[in-house]
């Protein structure tokens, strides 16, 4: 269920940051969902049983936890783990045991929030554990959210003022809408209700200018810091915590797990809030970001080359900026720069092709501040774009980036157009050949069977699978079966001349 949650969370999540509106316009929602459906499988794999990968599960998912909206999607997890710790575990969820962990979900997030909001993810989620487990439970499910979430406009002001629906609660819909297809094995049906601003988002987020700050009047004062702290120690009290730091700040949620403790607050100065949690006990981990950045708009300074527009929307998602272009469609110099000159010095210019290499070097030739991370492909570019650190400096964010891309094994499968002998491999027309960081290794079943031998050695745990234009999900899905042993995460890619592109970390 986890992992589907995560695919069907990928797939929307430019939309979801689109309709971020609430707490404040950052655009950041899907994102920190995302993350902690991620941290929680990351923390689950190699699970030895069933109730070993529960609770981890609800432990990954709270040291994964980002934002208001991460806190309260890792109550699903913790009640997923409350419920396996009073039944007997078994791999069939019943319907009874799915509602009790929606209702227990429910309790456990009210609870995390300090001033819950009607309006919210928190509306949805009580909506769906509403549901009796009767029937049609999981469509019920999924109709009583998507009504509550209709609604939200008519129960939020600020939803009502931006034309849209909670993004928060789209997130969980998305999620649910995951989970079902988990269960039944069948696609989730279609919504059928129009929800306010998301066709908007959608458009939007394909064009790459969604910016939900846009969507509202400027306020005149600024939003400040928002402050996510993991701290450990045991025996907390909850709710007095949540006084103290309701003193601080606002958007506060404290949720603890086996005796960590997880603090989200929006403060004018970060400091009150980490002293407070030293108080506490040993911050084991944490994550300060200035509000008032995201919610101007600010991109992180990062350009990547990518055929396709669910690649192009993977790396915007991410904060960068696109150049479009790759295998056989490289982009010029030109091009490049003027991609960089849109973004402040110094940035960093992802070819994603070692055939984009030398213009990219060019282009950092013709202006200062253009530094480039060579990177090979496009898992190698997400694996870049996701390390850059807003706080390090340049030069540690080129190490950081070049070593998150040197640990990603890339892996294409894309059709043969003739006949050929290439390393020794005889290829005929339509044969699937399948490439290992460019090298030939294979045609067909030969070659996904080299490819699996190499990621077995390799010691790699988790495959994306980006699907091209010329496939579709259920190709995609089939193509993960045969990396039974491996996390895998699938995203549509619409990339015109690989079939699938694969990475591998």
Partial sequence: MARQAARSLELELPVINALNVFPVPDGDTGTNMLATVREALSCAAGAATLREAV?????????GARGNSGVILSQLFRAQQQMRASHSPSDVLTSVDLAGILARASDLAAGAVANPVEGTMLSVLRAAASVPPAGDFLGEVL??????????????????????????GFGLLTLLRGWYEAITGQPAPSLGTSLLGVERAREQAAAGVAH???LLARREHGYGYCVTLLVE????????IRERLLELGDSVLVAAVSGQL??????PDPETAIAFARELGTISRSEV??????VGGLTIPVVAVASGEGLARVFRSLGAGV?????TQNPSTAELLAACEKVPAPVFLLPNNRNVLAAAKQAAAAREGILVVRTESIPQGVAATLAYDTRASADDNLVRMGTAAAGVISAELAPAARSATLAGIHVEPGQ?????????????????AALGEHIRQAGSELITIYYGAAAVQADADRLAAAFPDLQVEIVRGDQPHATFILGFE
């Fill in 55 to 63: 609770d981890k599960l609800a432990q990954g998912a709270m040291l």
């Fill in 143 to 168: 109709r009583a959210g998507e009504a509550a979430l209709a609604a939200t406009p008519d129960q939020l002001p600020i939803l009502r003022e931006a034309g849209v629906v909670d993004s928060g």
């Fill in 212 to 214: 939900p700050a846009d």
């Fill in 233 to 240: 120690t045991p025996d907390a009290d909850e709710a007095a």
């Fill in 262 to 267: 997880k603090l989200h607050v929006h403060v």
């Fill in 289 to 294: 970001s200035n509000i008032d950045e995201q």
């Fill in 323 to 327: 150049v479009s272009g790759g295998q």
């Fill in 432 to 448: 699937m050949l399948v490439l290992i960081d460019g090298k030939l290794v294979g045609v067909d079943d030969a070659g996904l």
